[in-house]
């Protein structure tokens, strides 16, 4: 048996449980992630965020220029790229526990599954740049409990796999039974996460666009938040509106609402994310 400390930290209702690692002494097991999530016999969370310096990951990224790596793992065990929600999350505990520090003029760099990612404060809490997003040609059909007929899905990769469905109203959102898994056809090779959206009426007000979005995780079920999951939402929705759309969005979740823009760079379109992030408690924790 071994003791642990841990913090829980949440971005809008997406929670996690944080575990400093910072040697890589403890690389925790399939079987120790899922008990940290566990609601009832655990700690509880969608995700674990493990704490560790990038010198001390083998599969990082040789080149990242960052002091630390955020191990993200599903509330299932398995490895995820990136977390958008989660990423915030780390960035606040960096900042709280002293580790890392963040300025107007010294961004923090992270380093992850899917790249590095560089997060600056906000008013709010950090904004994070995903970089280069990317739409995917191949249609996916899904279905879902609470839809009668298969909906199209708009592939959208910003590091990690989405699939985004439009629906037509409130209502049709509200009737959604995210407690079993969407089946997708074709099923992509790494699987997907799967976001279903209901744009504002009006869709555009004061040079923002609006949506509404509830989400599937793959590896944890529906969750009250998806960092990735709104910015790929807010991109199948631009994408879809034209040439016209706004280059800011403002996305509403059931944990609450996020922030998505859009910006051009040398290497292409980077999509942003902006929203609070908060750490609950701390303590120690018992694991076989």
Not at 187 to 207: H, I, K, R, Y
Request: charged residues 20%; hydrophobic residues 40%; proline residues 5%.
């Amino acid at each position: 048996m071994t003791t642990i400390s841990f913090t829980k930290g949440h971005g809008t209702g997406n929670d996690f449980v944080i575990v400093p690692d910072v040697d890589g002494t403890f690389p925790l097991t399939e079987r120790q992630v899922a008990a940290l999530c566990d609601r009832r016999f655990g700690i509880g969370g969608d995700g674990v965020l493990r704490v560790v310096r990038t010198s001390h990951v083998a599969d990082a990224d040789a080149e990242a220029d960052a002091e630390w790596f955020m191990d993200y793992r599903n509330a299932d065990g398995s490895v995820a790229e990136m977390c958008g929600n989660g990423i915030r999350v780390f960035a606040k505990y960096l900042v709280e526990t002293g580790l890392a520090t963040i300025s107007a003029d010294q961004p923090l760099r992270v380093a992850t599954r899917a790249g590095t990612k560089t997060l600056t404060r906000t008013e709010g809490g950090f904004e994070v740049d995903l970089g280069v997003w990317r739409p995917e040609a191949d249609e996916v059909l899904v279905r879902a409990r609470g839809i009668d007929v298969a909906r199209p899905g708009q592939g959208i990769d910003v590091g990690n796999p989405h699939v985004v469905v439009a629906l037509s109203s409130s209502d049709e959102l509200d009737d959604l039974d995210l407690s079993v898994h969407p089946l997708l056809q074709p099923e992509p090779s790494a699987g997907a996460n799967v976001e279903f959206v209901v744009p504002d009426e009006p869709l555009v007000q004061d040079g923002v666009g609006g949506i509404t979005m509830r989400v599937f995780e793959r590896g944890v079920g529906e969750t009250l938040s998806c960092g990735t999951g709104v910015a790929a939402a807010a991109l199948a929705v631009r994408l879809w509106a034209g040439p016209a759309a706004p280059t800011q969005w403002r996305v509403a979740v059931p944990g609450g609402t996020l922030g998505v823009r859009v910006e051009q760079h040398a290497d292409g379109e980077h999509v942003f994310l902006s929203g609070p992030a908060t750490l609950v408690f701390s303590g120690e924790v018992t694991l076989a």
